[in-house]
């Protein structure tokens, strides 16, 4: 074997590694973002969920005000600076008595789960529909 023979065979071994080192980074970094997605979605559709069944047009019982206080909280960690800012001013109007709006926070929440999970988008104000007992 001659030294050119070995310098090719170097070569290759370290492309190789080099590529195997690259491909690792690469392969890390988009699991990393995968799992950042997935959590970050089940926070959200558990907020949407929260705030659609729970909260709208409802009497806040003791459970349901630890679980506001709870999904703010998340929302604080997991959501966008304007779901935060929503969430802030739900929980100011809570606090003052005032009228309550969940309509801007669930819309926003349920627009990026649609964009996040590539639905088609919705412009429409969620409906509801609440039977009283």
Do not use: C
Request: proline share 1%.
């Amino acid at each position: 074997m001659n030294v050119a023979d070995l310098i090719k065979n170097f070569l290759t071994i370290v492309i190789a590694v080099l590529g195997w080192i690259i491909a690792h980074h690469y392969s890390s970094k988009r699991d990393r973002r995968n799992k950042k997605r997935e959590i970050i979605t089940a926070h959200l559709i558990k907020a949407y969920i929260v705030l659609a069944n729970d909260f709208t047009q409802r009497e806040l019982q003791e459970e349901t005000k630890a679980k506001l206080e709870l999904l703010i909280g998340e929302l604080q960690l997991f959501g966008s600076q304007k779901q935060i800012d929503l969430a802030e001013k739900l929980a100011q109007d809570i606090h003052s008595g005032g009228r309550v709006n969940f309509d801007e926070l669930v819309n926003d929440i349920r627009n990026e789960l649609r964009n996040e999970l590539e639905l088609q988008p919705i412009q429409e104000d969620i409906f509801w529909i609440r039977y009283k007992n």
